[in-house]
Nanobody, 122 residues
Framework: VQLQASGGGLVQAGGSLRLSCAAS????????MGWFRQAPGKEREFVAA????????YYADSVKGRFTISRNNAKNTVYLQMNSLKPEDTAVYYC????????????????WGQGTLVTVSS
């Protein structure tokens, strides 16, 4: 699976962004899809994941209630709607595809996009 993330940019605190991740190459609906982020000098961390059919979504505590993950299997795309953004959300955001297990563990994901930078100013 090839993954192409987009939608990052500069936004003021309290603002919103929507990230997209377009997939190609294999059957998109076969994969759990996740979003991770990595801030400068920090480890990559789990943000959100969504099951193959889009029925179940999981979130890191730090983004719960502010971010929403969704997917459109007909368009081979997963989204991350980010609202009420905070400066601490500043990071490179990566989408990933993997088997439907241990959704918060980056090691289980087989395919990664190139990342898109989100910068939140205070």
């Amino acid at each position: 699976v090839q993954l192409q993330a987009s939608g990052g940019g500069l936004v003021q605190a309290g603002g919103s962004l929507r990230l997209s991740c377009a997939a190609s190459g294999r059957t998109f609906s076969n994969y759990l899809m996740g979003w991770f982020r990595q801030a400068p000098g920090k480890e990559r961390e789990f943000v959100a994941a969504i099951t193959r059919g889009g029925v179940y979504a999981y979130y890191a505590d730090s983004v719960k209630g502010r971010f929403t993950i969704s997917r459109n299997n007909a368009k081979n795309t997963v989204y991350l709607q980010m609202n009420s953004l905070k400066p601490e959300d500043t990071a490179v955001y990566y989408c990933a595809a993997g088997p439907q297990t241990n959704y918060a563990d980056a090691a289980i994901y087989d395919y990664w996009g190139q990342g898109t930078l989100v910068t939140v100013s205070s």
